[in-house]
């Protein structure tokens, strides 16, 4: 990854990786765009907000970007990779499908739940710190010669996380898009794609726990790694992607931050208005309803739930 910059990121690059996962053999659906009005959700701001439900995607929002990994990768491999949940999901279900071995290096601060789901694939699953990840991932590819997978920090996973594509086909002019944002992979996708598609004046808001890593990359300008802990733990990885970053830098307006209560009364108001979605897909959502983003008065806005992987063990521990 470190040779390559931004300007890779074309728009016909993206137009390409489109494609190419709307082809997949992995099944990947085009998720519904609904209007708020139309559901139950509160909202303290007028404006005319649309939701794009990526918490109904195959397996997982990552998916997408996995369809484009593993369509430029030999099949039969032997890859590991880091993934707190949404990603190995993707993953598993990937390396099933085209005859790859693969294991998950998971936080030890994921859901049981969710190693669980990817080791049913046949992907075996080692638990560690989330200060130990790399080092796990690198006796993996030193002592058992397998490849690693980014899933975040990729060039192929951020150009198949371009749905900003599919966003515009719907809502071809937004105002405002808010994106949930752990690593920046699916941020940078989505805001590469709108704003090389020519919305120069959308705005475009990212979305991660209060002690995590692009927000203060953001104030240092470079990707920085924090020891991070967040219920939302799917966007608390150990870094920001260098090549995330970059584009972020680039094509998102702000970082704004949610705390984890905010994002646990997001998942509780979500799921009464018969949205099932994780803590870590339901930071944008979060945002919006505590006034987090500015200047929405009479705008079109696009929020993007992103991830519906939670099992009844997490929502227990959420309120009514």
Known sequence: MS???TDAVTLDLLREARETVRSSPLGVINTPMIPWCQTTLPLSVSCNVHIKLENMQKTSFKIRGVANQFSRRPSGGHFVTISAGNYGKSFAYASKHYGSKGKVVMPETAPE????????????????PTSSLMSAVNRCVQEDNMTFLHSYDDLDLIAGHALGLEVLEAVPDPDVVVVCCGGGGLLAGVAAAIKLS??????IYGVEPEGCTMYQSFIEKKPVWMDTHSIASGLAPPSAGRLPFELCRLYVDQIVLVSDDEIKAAVSALYRAGLVVEPSGSAAFAALVNDKIPDLEGK?????????????????????
Do not use: H, M, W, Y
Not at 198 to 203: A, K, P, S, V
Not at 302 to 319: M, Q, T, W, Y
């Open 300 to 320: 079109t806005v696009v929020c993007i739930l992103s991830g519906g992987n939670v099992g009844k063990d997490e929502l227990a521990n959420f309120p009514d």
């Open 3 to 5: 040779d390559v910059t």
């Open 198 to 203: 020519g919305c120069d004046t959308t705005r």
């Open 113 to 128: 739940s969710r190693a669980t789901l990817i080791q049913t694939f046949g992907v075996e699953v080692e638990r560690v």
